[in-house]
């Protein structure tokens, strides 16, 4: 039963895709301690403990999570998306279960900001994520572009902005800047096949 479940919590962090030195080096330097609260979690469910099993998981969560945001970052959030350059490295914060991501990128004048909002554990409910495919079924938006494979993004004016929103596998992806057709463009820039690759959207 341990073999059984330690095996499932380290597919969690399991990806098909290639991972830096420094995404691995990480990895590498949580997995003995991910091993030991699985071990630990599994040995409070046999002793009849659930409540001291689900802390220990609560732990395992946040030993896991930094990883994830890591391939994330890495995945995702690039030094140079088409002719825009990052301004700055990825910044992320975390409360009450919600998970954001953000970056800015330039090019002359121009500003992108792009942001990943994750709400929860990988495969929750994400109530923004929600709104997102509510928006798109009903037409809301003034216009659609397709990204990646499978990905329908809504591009809506926001006053002198334009906002491209879309829902990723429970995720809600974001980019936001003056120009329509520059802020399609970046979107369309970025690596979303290995992106959806990586959150089981292929």
Known sequence: MKKVICTLVLMSIASPVAFAADVDALIKSKLSEIKETTDSMVSYVEDGNPRAALKELEWLRSLIAPIEIEIIKETLFLDKVGEFSA????????????TTIKREYRNGDTVMK????????????????NFAALAQQY?????????????????????SS?????????????????????VIAFAKALPMKKFETYVGKD
């Open 87 to 98: 301004t700055g490295p990825a910044t992320y914060q975390s409360a009450m279960s919600v």
């Open 114 to 129: 792009m942001q990943l909002i994750s709400m929860g554990s990988p495969g929750a409910a994400n109530p923004m994520a």
């Open 139 to 159: 037409g809301q938006q003034q216009n659609q572009v397709r990204l990646g494979r499978r990905i329908m993004a809504n591009v809506m004016p926001q006053g």
């Open 162 to 182: 334009t906002k491209l929103m879309a829902a990723i596998g429970g995720y809600n992806f974001e980019v936001k800047g003056e120009n329509e057709d520059q």
